[in-house]
């Protein structure tokens, strides 16, 4: 077919069509007559597994071919590991004291050292490690549905009319509220108060204060995804909103979901130390990574570089993973190619 805005003439036509013909051009020729570029040399079998490879296969080989997630997995692995079975095995406890060697460094018998005031640091760090991870891991979680179920309902009812517009200017409000108010002044405050009860309730409390930003993207995409064609034709159907809200919105923002609530945990870890660093955490008879760092003695190194460490590599190797999940889902990233 001719092209009308092609105003080239015969000779050059003549011309191109000699360049690309493989008997003309022994370029084309020699990589067209290449075997290892032949698709029937394929493997029929590597063929069809990747025409049926579902969703899930594509997203498992894309994150685990990510050279920082594999690092990430290993690190993360192990520090749970450590969590679950050192203070199974270990000779002391994390509030067991040694007077004797009071400020000592690290020995067969104290692998971490003793701090000033007797207490083996291992023990201590493995104990807040298990701690630091429920809470940072529940924190990720809680916040996430709040922010789902937040985002989701405004940005969806914002189109029913006008009370729907008051109900999505309703919960844009609360979002603003807890925006402007001062989180890190009502930590401090019910945060010991809480601890009496259970160190679990630094899990809804962190929660609380963390769910606001992420609820403002979940509605602004919602609003995208209520007038998509699919949304819409659920709607003239009769479709409940609780329905439609769950089957055809949810599943299209849940890769956004996940990356968030992945690099959220670690997030949720760095507020609690820092809260229980500071004396609004973790309170005895419980431990954190935070309580551990509050012992530290800046003339004795071993106090604070081995939990300190214990704690980079917990954020890093969470953040690592966190990244290679978003390029794996992301399908214009580099990385999400096969």
Request: neutral net charge; charged residues 15%.
């Amino acid at each position: 077919m001719t092209n009308p805005s092609d105003m080239r003439g015969t000779d050059e036509a003549a011309q191109l069509q000699a360049h690309s013909d493989p008997a003309e051009n022994p370029v084309i020729a020699s990589v067209l007559n290449d075997p290892s570029l032949s698709e029937q040399d394929l493997p029929q079998g590597d063929a069809r597994a990747i025409e049926s490879m579902g969703r899930s296969e594509l997203l498992r080989r894309r994150f685990l071919r990510n050279r920082s997630a594999q690092i990430g997995m290993v690190v993360f692995a192990l520090l749970v590991l450590l969590a679950i079975f050192a203070p199974m095995f270990y000779q002391y406890g994390p509030f067991e004291r040694d007077l004797r060697n009071a400020l000592s460094g690290p020995s067969a018998y104290h692998w971490f050292g003793v701090n000033e005031r007797g207490l083996d640091i291992f023990a201590r760090t493995m104990q807040g490690l298990r701690i630091s991870l429920v809470i940072g891991l529940g924190t990720a979680v809680l916040t996430s549905f709040l922010s789902v179920v937040v985002g989701i309902v405004a940005g969806f009812v914002s189109s029913k009319g006008r009370w729907g517009a008051l109900a999505d200017g309703a919960l844009v409000n609360l979002i603003n509220l807890f925006l402007v108010i001062p989180s890190l002044l009502l930590l401090m405050l019910f945060s010991p108060v809480l601890q009496q009860r259970s160190w679990l309730w630094m899990i809804p409390l962190l929660a609380l204060f963390a769910w606001m930003l992420t609820a403002r993207v979940l509605r602004a995409m919602t609003q995208q995804l209520v007038r998509t064609e699919y949304v819409e034709a659920a709607k003239f159907m009769g479709v409940h909103p609780v329905v439609t809200m769950t089957r055809h919105i949810l599943p299209n923002i849940a890769s956004w979901i996940i990356i968030d609530t992945t690099l959220g945990v670690s997030g949720a870890i760095l507020g609690e130390t820092g809260l229980s660093f500071i004396g609004f955490g973790i309170q005895y008879p419980q431990v954190s990574l935070g309580t551990v760092l509050q012992d530290y003695n800046i003339s004795a190194p071993y106090t604070w570089i081995p939990p300190a460490a214990v704690l980079a590599a917990l954020v890093i190797s969470i953040n690592l993973m966190g990244e290679a999940l978003r390029d794996a889902l992301d399908p214009t990233s580099g990385a999400s190619r096969l």
